[in-house]
């Protein structure tokens, strides 16, 4: 095993990753902006490495800084969290270069499942079910209306680089298609440098389901279940669970299946996911295989008990997997809610600032990845993500009063968050019969805005807080302050 | 005392009698309230409301206090402290300058000094937290002056592009200088 590695990330996630290295001895290292020379990863690090400006392109985005932060502090292993290097094969290749091992898949692999044209044919090769259209890229938009009409519309034009809702059109008639080609293709080309655009067929009404895999080097590969991630806004995922109700036991085991052969195609070694869309014939696709740990990983976790860092770094020090299909059970139900720092009553705007206070909550079931802390100040350079709140209880219906009653006691000052809004969606009807799919929040949540019910007392707390003062009061008004120490008798030896 | 305390777009009058031991008794529109309170930290207060246990959660913002309470967050401003500073122009309604709608990054400044632009022209790209927002022109005319630049960070409120209207007409400013907005590169 490795003796230290290098963590090439910040906030919550490196957090996360310290903590596995710290159950296993590994020593850390943490890498540092100017806006995050006191972010909770350094702190909690055993060494911390400066690389430069705030934005991402000078700091946690430059390879040539991270491998020398890693060079300088001897780190044999880089783990990349998710996001900024996380899926940049250039990096993993570097990193092959200069004998530092990528926690993650070989570049090869990031770069074959970055391309969706490359990963859609490697699937269709090895008889795992796409979305309906094209495997190729197309310029011409006659063409794109021709395969169109064979799929049904709506259609969805998209870019065969990048991600993230860039580069994406819906078409829902014959006379959007050239604008639509035109404006993803547009998009495309000054956001990732590549204007070349496919076609896929658009479901309305679907579910976004993701399969956990694990692969080692010996050809080892198993799925570690699903997570249901239908809620999203902005195209991101901001509510998450496992089991995902809508799934049998004998389709949960064909998607399984689908999963492994899907990672086994692309030579897929370390943790990853394989994404599928199931419509509303519990028929399902494959979309895409995201090569990283991912932001909703701690789900599989409490309901599996694996810890999914800790397979990650055996599987990378070329360790054989301990694990094998059967011995993955899962034990009652898992919900995340993202907590972000944004304003749910306002477009989900981003909401930085600094944290006033933070009280965080507690209890058996509930585990808070965070990020932050009190008196620290969320930069604007970086993902708005503050922790990851996560409950695990026997039943889908215990871990959704669990969620309420987590989301309850976190208290969070100084900046917007949508805990009030979270709390909303875990109440309401469809949430609770399970009724989730991508366009939930449209659906049912359109145009959110604060309800309340308790503005009386808020009112009395505004005014007692005006006039009791500042001074905290301990024991009786009227009596020294007692502690342990004061009342306590003789010691007796 | 008696305060008026503004929550979202309402008003509550609350008339409060402090006593002993840290009680007092709150009467809010004919509702009456026996209270007993002790303060926890800066931002923390015990509350019994008519025997009740309620902790609140408290923190000063510049225009007032945010309010936590069961999961939920109140704005609330005293109306006696809200400054009575120069009310808007009648006719003008929304922002006429150009300013970002939360803490932000400039990306690009697509204007320069002595430009003209048209009303809801894109002139400064602002980013906060992955999520570029083009700022445009509220009115036509020409711009004055720059002040901010790349990588920049900018506040709201600050006007980050003078602009010198042409043949102003205050009723035709437009309410929305936000021009779009969309996610940036996500994380997942």
Redesign the interface.
């Known amino acids: 095993m490795f003796k230290k590695i290098l963590i090439a990330n910040r906030g919550e996630i490196a957090l996360r990753i310290i903590n596995t290295c710290k159950d296993m001895g590994i020593e850390t290292v943490s890498v540092y902006s100017d806006v995050d020379e006191k972010a909770i990863h350094v702190l909690s690090s055993d060494e911390a490495v400066y690389i430069g400006a705030?934005?991402p392109s000078e700091s946690y985005l430059n390879i040539d800084k991270i491998i020398r932060a890693a060079k300088l502090s001897n780190a044999e292993a880089i783990h990349p969290g998710?996001?900024f290097l996380a899926e940049n094969a250039d990096f993993a290749a570097r990193c092959e270069q200069e004998d530092i091992v990528f926690i993650g898949p070989c570049a090869k692999a990031i770069r074959d499942l970055g391309d969706k044209i490359t990963s859609r044919k490697i699937m269709v090769e090895s008889q795992v079910p796409v979305t309906p259209g094209l495997t190729n890229t197309e310029a011409d938009p006659d063409v794109m209306a021709k395969e169109a009409e064979k799929v049904g519309y709506p259609v969805l034009i998209k870019a065969t680089a990048?991600?993230?809702?860039?580069g994406i059109r819906i078409v829902n008639s014959p006379d959007e298609m050239a604008e639509a080609c035109a404006s993803a293709s547009r998009e495309a080309l000054n956001?990732f440098g590549n204007g070349e655009i496919y076609l896929e067929k658009f479901f309305t009404n679907a579910r976004h389901i993701e399969f956990q895999i694990l692969a080692d080097s010996f050809g080892n590969t198993i799925h570690v279940l699903e997570r249901e991630c239908s809620i999203q806004r902005?195209?991101?995922?901001i509510i998450e669970e496992t089991p995902a109700n809508v799934l049998t036991p004998a389709l949960r085991e064909e998607m399984g299946a689908a999963a492994v052969a899907a990672a086994k195609a692309a030579g897929y070694v370390n943790a990853g996911t394989v994404e599928f869309l199931l419509d509303s014939e519990n028929k399902f696709y494959f979309l895409e295989i995201?090569t990283r740990l991912?932001?909703e990983h701690p789900i599989t976790e409490m309901v599996t008990g694996i810890d999914l860092v800790r397979q990650q770094l055996e599987i990378a020090a070329g360790n054989k997997l301990s694990l094998t299909q059967k011995d993955i059970v899962s034990r009652g139900h898992a919900i995340e809610c993202r907590i972000y720092?944004?304003d749910p009553a306002n477009?989900f705007?981003?909401?930085?600032?600094k944290i006033?206070?933070l009280?965080e909550p507690k209890g058996p079931g509930i585990r808070n990845d965070c990020g932050v802390y009190t008196g620290f100040e969320v930069p604007?350079?970086?993902?708005?993500?503050i922790s990851k709140l996560v409950v695990h209880a026997e039943t889908r219906p215990q871990a959704i009063d669990k969620m309420v009653k987590a989301?309850?006691?976190?208290?969070?000052?100084?900046v917007?968050t949508p805990?009030?809004f979270l709390?909303d969606v875990m109440k309401s009807q469809p949430f609770s019969k399970g009724d989730v799919y991508t366009n939930f929040i449209e659906t049912h949540f359109p145009d959110w805005s604060?309800n309340?019910?308790?503005?009386?007392?808020?009112?009395?707390?505004?005014?007692?807080?005006e006039?009791?003062?500042?001074?905290?009061?301990t024991g009786t008004?009227g009596y020294n302050e007692q502690t342990p120490f004061s009342t306590l008798g003789n010691w007796r030896l | 005392?008696e305060?008026k305390?503004k929550?979202?777009e309402?008003t509550?009058s609350?008339d409060?009698k402090?006593h002993e031991?840290?009680t007092?008794k709150?009467i809010?529109e004919d509702?009456e309230?026996d209270?007993k309170?002790?303060?926890?930290?800066?931002?923390?207060?015990h509350?019994m409301?008519n025997g009740k246990n309620?902790n609140?959660?408290?923190?000063q913002t510049p225009d007032g206090?945010?309010?936590?309470?069961?999961?939920?967050?109140?704005k609330?401003q005293?109306e006696d402290k809200i400054s009575k500073g120069p009310k808007k122009r009648k006719g003008v309604s929304g922002p006429s300058i150009v300013t970002p709608?939360?803490?932000?990054?400039v990306i690009a400044v697509t204007v320069k000094e002595g430009d003209p632009v048209e009303k809801g022209q894109g002139v400064v790209v602002v980013?906060?937290?992955?999520?570029e927002t083009t700022l445009c022109a509220p009115y036509k005319g020409i711009v004055a002056r720059v002040n901010v630049a790349e990588?920049d960070?900018v506040m709201p409120g600050q006007i980050l592009v003078d602009i010198d209207p042409e043949n102003i007409d205050p009723e035709n400013i437009n309410p929305e200088n936000i021009e779009e907005?969309?996610?940036?590169?996500?994380?997942?």
């Open positions: 705030p934005e998710y996001g990048g991600g993230g809702g860039k956001a902005r195209h991101q995922k995201n991912q932001v720092a944004e477009g705007f981003p909401s930085p600032g006033e206070f009280k604007v350079e970086y993902d708005p993500i989301l309850k006691d976190y208290i969070i000052l100084g917007r805990i009030d709390m604060e309340f019910d308790e503005s009386d007392i808020a009112a009395i707390a505004y005014v007692l807080d006039m009791c003062g500042k001074k905290i009061v008004s | 005392m305060y305390l929550i979202k309402e509550l609350i409060i402090c031991e840290n007092a709150a809010i509702q309230y209270l309170y002790s303060r926890i930290s800066e931002n923390e207060l509350l409301v309620i609140a959660y408290i923190s206090k945010t309010i936590m309470l069961n999961g939920k967050v109140y609330i005293d709608p939360m803490p932000a990054v980013s906060a937290m992955k999520m990588k960070k907005t969309k996610p940036g590169e996500l994380a997942n």
